[in-house]
T-cell receptor, first 116, second 110 residues
Framework: KAGVTQTPRYLIKTRGQQVTLSCSPISGHRSVSWYQQTPGQGLQFLFEYFSETQRNKGNFPGRFSGRQFSNSRSEMNVSTLELGDSALYLC???????????????FGNGTRLTVT | GQNIDQPTEMTATEGAIVQINCTYQTSGFNGLFWYQQHAGEAPTFLSYNVLDGLEEKGRFSSFLSRSKGYSYLLLKELQMKDSASYLCAVSTSGTYKYIFGTGTRLKVLA
């Protein structure tokens, strides 16, 4: 089974621009989550999607948005980039369907975003 | 609030045993996970505990005490390739998100 695939691996953008990151989950996984990883803060939850519906959102400004398509692929968008948005953005998929169950997250290799 | 604490760094010698602790305070608990992350790579799943006690998987074991909000990851017969960050994460009930600690960077010395 192919793992979680994220594109692109690296991105350099300037302040004020916007960016779109892409994630293809493991086949059969319908839950896709996004996390931001920075050295000081660790992994911070951005949002989670299941069957094209956002089920949970973290404490990030509205500049951060996402969506999921019918094939479970997901995209994340950041508008009006700020220097502080420089981070590794990780996508993870799981077979988790309900809040009462737990399944491990399977992570992609991430997109390293640098904002200058 | 919701919080997970882990030591920032640990150092151990090849062949030794190391224990990485994790304490958590979350509103609702639905399981605790440990992940390994090598520099520049994705986190990979190591272990899962939802009931109190020890789960053993080869050289790695993980322990959970729900009443104490405490877990540890035990690594035996350390190898150089075990040098990595180890992330503790809690699945919170009623939500679809996982709360992560900031990770423990383990250095294994020859």
């Amino acid at each position: 089974k192919a793992g979680v695939t994220q594109t692109p691996r690296y991105l350099i953008k300037t302040r004020g621009q916007q960016v779109t990151l892409s994630c293809s989950p493991i086949s059969g996984h319908r839950s896709v989550s996004w996390y931001q990883q920075t050295p000081g803060q660790g992994l911070q939850f951005l949002f989670e999607y299941f069957s094209e519906t956002q089920r949970n959102k973290g404490n990030f400004p509205g500049r951060f948005s996402g969506r999921q398509f019918s094939n479970s692929r997901s995209e994340m968008n950041v508008s009006t980039l700020e220097l502080g948005d420089s981070a590794l953005y990780l996508c993870a998929s799981s077979s988790k369907t309900q809040t009462g169950s737990s399944s491990p997250l399977h992570f992609g290799n991430g997109t390293r975003l640098t904002v200058t | 609030g919701q919080n997970i604490d882990q030591p920032t760094e640990m150092t151990a010698t090849e062949g030794a045993i190391v224990q990485i602790n994790c304490t958590y305070q979350t509103s609702g608990f639905n399981g605790l996970f440990w992940y390994q992350q090598h520099a520049g790579e994705a986190p990979t799943f190591l272990s899962y505990n939802v009931l109190d006690g020890l789960e053993e998987k080869g050289r790695f074991s993980s322990f959970l005490s729900r009443s104490k909000g405490y877990s540890y990851l035990l690594l035996k017969e350390l190898q150089m390739k075990d040098s990595a960050s180890y992330l503790c994460a809690v699945s919170t009930s009623g939500t679809y998100k996982y709360i992560f600690g900031t990770g423990t960077r383990l250095k294994v010395l020859a």
